[in-house]
């Protein structure tokens, strides 16, 4: 089994910047792509960004320059920067781990940004 914990969520202010992290650990033999998701309240989840194991990242439209990730194989961990915050970004936002053909999930972390 593979245990996947997020970190760095918290309360900021427009404009401001956080940097989450998310970690994988436990029966570990190769974890492939890592991502982000997030679910703002009453819609649904959505992809925010992944990076393949090669470092090939994909962002969706709504963070592009905003948002960078980016990851450490040697400790299995994802990182989410996210710059210019808006209001629109509130959400828990949920990493996931890809190892075979399963994805694992962390509990999430919330990021709420006020105006």
């Known amino acids: 089994q593979v245990q996947v914990v997020e970190s760095g969520g918290g309360l900021v202010q427009a404009g401001g910047s956080l940097r989450l992290s998310c970690a994988a650990s436990?029966?570990?033999?190769?974890?492939?792509?890592m991502g982000w998701y997030r679910q703002a309240p009453g819609k649904q989840r959505e992809l925010v960004a992944d990076i393949t194991s090669g470092g090939i990242t994909h962002y969706a439209d709504s963070v592009k320059g905003r948002f960078t990730i980016s990851r450490d194989n040697t400790k299995n961990t994802v990182y989410l920067q996210i710059n210019s915050l808006e209001p629109d970004d509130t959400a828990v936002y949920y990493c996931?781990?890809?190892?075979?053909?399963?994805?694992?999930w962390g509990q999430g972390t919330q990021v709420t940004v006020s105006s």
């Open positions: 996931y781990a890809r190892q075979r053909w399963l994805d694992y």
């Open positions: 436990g029966r570990i033999f190769s974890i492939g792509t």
